[in-house]
């Protein structure tokens, strides 16, 4: 058993990531190093195309890094094979995706369900916890919607709870609220405080200071480089 | 994969699958006609080969023929003899009918000639078949109205005859008593007793019989037997019996080997696995041509299915970031695969079932839908799903999962 308690969430050493595009070799990760603590609520900010994505790519297990070394709660993820790193992304990791990323077919229950079905939760099981998920980002009542049938503040409370079904050690969000209105935005950023009081793991990519502003620690990316690591004074504001 | 999976993958796949209704009957309709088109061809190849073999069968039970002679192909049948030189011998017949009981039931020797036949101012010509009481039952051919001759008609050479079916409607008018009428036989006056039943075979209807006595008397002159019928005891003593016919026959006629015999020996079984052969192999090459269109269905749903995963390359994104292994997408597009079959092949067992009843009802062919062919056709949708969905299954889940995501 590894000590979890005792390692940070993530630890990123020398991070790099690289894409050979024939005459040139863009460095979308350019050596990044910087660990995250349990309980922690990050916000990643920096301009377009320097990184972000691909940071949170990384750290989610969807991606692999060209260079350096990635341990999640302490367990070195380089060499995991590819249904290992499937089983991470399903207990571990809980992805937002700016464009929510549902399932179109599949109603608001069944979208939560999904990590559950990869999981192996059986059918009863999964949807009581999808149920209760539901409650959680308050949309009780959408449950049996499609998402066509939702607003794009509901869709992406039903991709947190999506996200959120296995309890995952990190929720990851790649501007979630980047597809939204400024006011649905701040009830999206409601929520991940609210998960975050109740002690979830949070990193989040947006591109406004106002959000960044709201949690622990910003850290800045520059061309694939952090350049800023700091701790956030305003945040008692909002606890 | 555990049965929960399982599920899980089968409700997945059908939602799916009812999400493009359209797309889906096009892509199973291939394997639909192609396991139809078995189901109806073999039925035809099953139902050509069952009329034959009822043909054959209605020749008599356990039929032995030795003819005078030489081999004249595969013929088990040649009612008309008449051309040939009769070689068969009193003593021939009577060899053969002293053989025990459990090797041949029935001896019926016969001679045929060819005759004009004379009612009246009606004149035709006609086979003349010159036999013993014994010849129904061992062609199974019998009368349909009046009798056959008799024990007592042979001995005393009467001069009687039975008219085969077609002879009957050449005479005498539809529905016209032919009992007791006198028929010209080359000029010599027969009285009719009977008439035999329709047989299907020219040969046998467009004949007449008469006892063998008269028929040497009267017709040939000669004291020998063009052929002799013969019913074995049962079918598994036909090649023993065929055996010893051949033995004994060789010896009676001072001949060295049935190659050089001047008589020679035809059994139904012989007939009836050269029939069954050409049959079977007529069957296996419609069903071949039918399970060409299988294939041709099979590559429809391949088709289909890379266009389904290219188009899904997202929806295969979400789920890998969502926990789903390579396995799982892999049995996902692998159950919608052999579904879309499954399902085709279960409408084209339908079909199938549906056009070899109607070729029977309508077109009156014999068609014999079997459970295996039933059975085979079925499970060939079930492989060509598992086989032609392998390759797009294979490929959704070697995608790259951020790549799959980014897709367009
Ligand atoms: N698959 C790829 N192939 C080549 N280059 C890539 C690929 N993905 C990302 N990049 C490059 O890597 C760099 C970082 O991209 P990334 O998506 O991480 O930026 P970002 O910070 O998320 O930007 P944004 O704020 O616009 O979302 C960019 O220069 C981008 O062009
Ligand atoms: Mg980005």
Redesign the interface.
Known sequence: MIDTMADPMIVFDRIEKTYNMGAEIIRALDGVTFSVEAGEFIAIIGPSGSGKSTLM?VV?C??TPSGGAYRLAGESVENLS??QL??V???RIG?V?QTF?L?P?LTAIENVE??L????V??RERRKRAVAMLERVGLADRGKHRPAELSGGQRQRVAIA?ALS?DPAVLLADEPTGALDTATGHDIMQLFHTLHRDGSTIVLVTHDPDLAEQADRIIRILDGRITDDRKCAAKEAFA | MTRQALLENTRMSIRSILSVPVRSILTGLGVMIGVGAVITLVALGNGAQKQVEAGLEALGANLLIVYSGEPRGTALVRTNTSNIRPTLTETDIEMIRALPPDLVRLVAPASTANAQLKYENRNIAATVIGTTVEYPDVRNFYPIYGEFFTEVDVESRRAVVVLGAQTYRDLFVAGQDPIGERVRINGIAFRVVGVMEEKGSTAQDSSVLIPISTFQRSVSGSSNYAMVNIQAASSDVMRELQAILERELLRLHRMPSIEAADFYIANQLDLLSTVQGVAGTFTMLLASIAAISLVVGGIGIMNIMLVSVTERTREIGVRMALGARGRDIMAQFLTEAVILSVGGGVIGVALGLGASWAAVEFLRTAAVATASSVGTAFGFSVVIGLFFGGYPAWRASRLDPIEALRYE
Not at chain 1, 117 to 120: F, K, L, S
């Open positions: 790519n989610g969807l991606d590819r249904d499937a089983e992304r399903n207990t992805f995706f990323n399932l077919r999904v990590p079905v990869y999981a192996g059986s059918r999506r296995l």
